[in-house]
Protein backbone atom coordinates (compact mmCIF):
# COMPACT_ATOMS: atom_id res chain seq x y z
CA UNK A 1 0.00 0.00 0.00
CA UNK A 2 1.36 2.99 -1.13
CA UNK A 3 1.30 6.12 1.49
CA UNK A 4 2.66 9.91 1.48
CA UNK A 5 2.57 11.39 5.08
CA UNK A 6 3.55 15.04 5.10
CA UNK A 7 4.62 16.89 8.30
CA UNK A 8 5.95 19.96 9.42
CA UNK A 9 2.92 22.74 8.70
CA UNK A 10 2.02 24.85 11.14
CA UNK A 11 1.45 28.75 12.07
CA UNK A 12 4.61 30.88 10.91
CA UNK A 13 4.54 34.46 10.87
CA UNK A 14 5.30 36.72 7.75
CA UNK A 15 9.16 36.31 6.90
CA UNK A 16 9.59 33.14 8.55
CA UNK A 17 10.36 29.54 7.55
CA UNK A 18 9.00 26.08 7.47
CA UNK A 19 10.19 22.81 6.42
CA UNK A 20 7.71 20.35 5.08
CA UNK A 21 8.73 17.19 4.95
CA UNK A 22 7.23 14.05 2.42
CA UNK A 23 7.76 10.35 3.82
CA UNK A 24 6.75 7.76 1.06
CA UNK A 25 6.68 3.95 1.39
CA UNK A 26 4.72 0.85 -0.31
CA UNK A 27 6.63 1.16 -3.56
CA UNK A 28 9.56 1.71 -5.08
CA UNK A 29 10.00 5.62 -6.45
CA UNK A 30 13.28 5.44 -8.01
CA UNK A 31 12.08 6.42 -11.35
CA UNK A 32 8.93 8.86 -9.62
CA UNK A 33 8.73 12.98 -9.61
CA UNK A 34 7.29 13.85 -6.14
CA UNK A 35 5.66 17.23 -5.73
CA UNK A 36 4.70 19.54 -3.84
CA UNK A 37 0.81 21.13 -4.57
CA UNK A 38 -1.23 23.24 -2.28
CA UNK A 39 -4.62 24.73 -2.30
CA UNK A 40 -6.54 27.58 -0.46
CA UNK A 41 -9.45 28.09 0.48
CA UNK A 42 -11.69 28.80 -2.79
CA UNK A 43 -8.98 27.96 -4.87
CA UNK A 44 -7.75 25.04 -7.02
CA UNK A 45 -4.55 23.21 -6.52
CA UNK A 46 -1.69 24.82 -7.96
CA UNK A 47 1.50 23.59 -8.32
CA UNK A 48 4.70 24.67 -6.13
CA UNK A 49 7.81 22.65 -6.72
CA UNK A 50 8.99 19.08 -8.21
CA UNK A 51 11.77 17.09 -7.94
CA UNK A 52 12.87 13.86 -9.63
CA UNK A 53 13.93 11.10 -7.27
CA UNK A 54 17.54 11.31 -8.61
CA UNK A 55 17.46 14.97 -8.01
CA UNK A 56 18.16 15.70 -11.78
CA UNK A 57 15.49 18.01 -12.46
CA UNK A 58 13.80 20.75 -10.21
CA UNK A 59 10.73 23.23 -11.01
CA UNK A 60 9.45 25.61 -9.13
CA UNK A 61 5.92 27.75 -9.89
CA UNK A 62 7.32 31.62 -9.95
CA UNK A 63 5.62 32.61 -7.19
CA UNK A 64 7.81 30.46 -4.62
CA UNK A 65 11.47 30.81 -6.92
CA UNK A 66 14.14 32.32 -4.45
CA UNK A 67 11.60 31.31 -1.48
CA UNK A 68 11.19 27.35 -1.46
CA UNK A 69 13.57 24.79 -1.81
CA UNK A 70 12.43 21.37 -2.74
CA UNK A 71 15.07 18.78 -2.01
CA UNK A 72 15.23 14.65 -1.32
CA UNK A 73 16.81 11.83 0.52
CA UNK A 74 17.02 8.80 -1.16
CA UNK A 75 18.09 6.60 1.17
CA UNK A 76 15.14 8.02 3.13
CA UNK A 77 12.67 7.79 0.90
CA UNK A 78 11.60 11.44 2.62
CA UNK A 79 11.09 14.88 0.25
CA UNK A 80 11.58 18.25 1.43
CA UNK A 81 10.08 21.88 1.11
CA UNK A 82 12.06 24.53 2.76
CA UNK A 83 9.92 27.82 3.04
CA UNK A 84 11.90 30.81 3.68
CA UNK A 85 10.41 34.70 3.16
CA UNK A 86 6.86 33.00 3.97
CA UNK A 87 3.79 35.35 2.81
CA UNK A 88 0.16 35.37 3.94
CA UNK A 89 -0.63 34.31 0.37
CA UNK A 90 1.18 30.96 1.38
CA UNK A 91 -1.55 30.31 3.61
CA UNK A 92 -2.67 27.09 1.93
CA UNK A 93 -2.93 22.99 2.46
CA UNK A 94 0.38 21.96 1.55
CA UNK A 95 0.20 18.36 -0.31
CA UNK A 96 2.75 15.53 -1.75
CA UNK A 97 2.32 13.73 -4.74
CA UNK A 98 4.19 10.79 -6.51
CA UNK A 99 3.83 10.43 -10.17
CA UNK A 100 5.78 8.75 -13.20
CA UNK A 101 5.74 11.25 -15.30
CA UNK A 102 7.18 14.25 -16.96
CA UNK A 103 4.64 16.98 -17.09
CA UNK A 104 5.28 17.92 -13.48
CA UNK A 105 2.55 21.01 -13.18
CA UNK A 106 -0.36 19.16 -13.89
CA UNK A 107 -2.27 17.44 -10.86
CA UNK A 108 -3.73 14.84 -12.63
CA UNK A 109 -0.58 13.32 -13.89
CA UNK A 110 0.30 12.49 -10.44
CA UNK A 111 -0.76 9.01 -8.94
CA UNK A 112 -0.41 9.24 -4.92
CA UNK A 113 -1.13 12.11 -2.99
CA UNK A 114 -0.56 12.71 0.90
CA UNK A 115 -3.32 13.99 3.18
CA UNK A 116 -2.09 17.35 3.08
CA UNK A 117 -0.42 19.59 5.83
CA UNK A 118 -1.98 23.06 6.69
CA UNK A 119 0.60 26.43 6.44
CA UNK A 120 -0.83 29.31 7.35
CA UNK A 121 1.35 32.69 7.51
CA UNK A 122 0.16 35.17 9.76
CA UNK A 123 0.79 38.76 8.65
Known amino acids: QVQLVESGGGLVQTGGSLRLSCAAS????????MGWFRQAPGKEREFVAAISWRGSRIDYADSVKGRFTISRDSAKNTVYLQMNSLKPEDTAVYYC????????????????WGQGTQVTVSS
Open 97 to 112: AAGNTRQVLTTTNYDY
Open 26 to 33: GRTFSSYV
